[in-house]
């Protein structure tokens, strides 16, 4: 084979390469959450703001669309907290008992985070009679 064959071969190689390495480095994360009913995205770059998208299907193919996601939360009937929290790798840092709902505020590994009450939160997950909400950092609007 000759030198420059060799050498045009080896430059495309290295240029694939690197495209696939941009790529994996421009495209969004994981989802933070897995399964549920119905996946909302919360775009914007602050709360006054924020757009609510949500997909009944496809969430990650949603993401791919979606520009300044600031946030995310999924909507489940059924639901394990200390499992979900095994998940995540999360820890409940303080709750608050409402009428219709338990609400926890928690520090996980996930992407998102803002300050509550002087902590770092960013998973909040909502337990109501029927369903669960969980959302990152917050939840958003009302549920």
């Not at 000759?2 to 994981?30: H, Q, S, T």
């Amino acid at each position: 084979m000759k030198p420059e064959i060799r050498a045009v071969k080896i430059f495309i190689l290295l240029a694939l390469a690197a495209i696939m390495l941009a790529a994996a480095v421009a495209l969004p994360k994981r989802l933070c959450f897995e399964g549920g009913e119905a996946y909302t995205f919360y775009c914007g770059t602050s709360s006054a703001d924020c757009k609510e998208v949500t997909a009944q299907n496809n969430a990650a193919a949603v993401r791919l669309s979606l520009k300044n996601v600031c946030g995310e939360a999924v909507v489940y009937k059924s639901f394990d907290l200390d499992g979900f929290l095994k998940k995540v790798r999360g820890r409940v840092v303080f709750t608050e008992e409402l009428s219709d709902s338990v609400n926890y505020y928690c520090t996980a590994d996930l992407p998102y985070s803002v300050t509550v009450n002087g902590h770092r939160i960013n998973l909040h997950i909502c337990v109501r009679a029927d369903s669960v909400k969980a959302g990152s950092p917050i939840i958003f609007g009302g549920y």
